[in-house]
Nanobody, 113 residues
């Protein structure tokens, strides 16, 4: 059974940073591309960033230069480092095994102005 468990969300002020973690069990993360998505209140879920099994990364334009996705295959963990957070980054952030049905439960990030 595959499980993805996110952590690291919280309430911060604009300009501050957070680091999200997603630990996977039931699969070897090294074999899969991984992604972070987010769902702002009252809006659709959107892709934020992804990383391939060999470490190639991609980002939505709105977070380029501020967010960094990385992975530690030894710990079966993917991270999302978020810097210079803005109120529009407020959302539930979800971990996803790219192109699969596997999702985490999400972690809330709230950025106050």
């Amino acid at each position: 059974q595959v499980q993805l468990v996110e952590s690291g969300g919280g309430l911060v002020q604009a300009g501050e940073s957070l680091r999200l973690s997603c630990v996977a069990s039931g699969l070897l993360m090294t074999q899969y591309p991984m992604a972070w998505y987010r769902q702002p209140p009252g809006k659709e879920r959107e892709w934020v960033a992804s990383i391939t099994s060999i470490g190639t990364t991609n980002y939505v334009d709105s977070v380029k230069g501020r967010f960094t996705i990385s992975r530690d295959n030894a710990w079966n963990t993917v991270y999302l480092e978020m810097n210079r957070l803005q109120p529009e980054d407020t959302a539930v952030y979800l971990c996803h095994v790219f192109h699969s049905d596997y999702w985490g439960q999400g972690t809330q990030v709230t950025v106050s102005s």
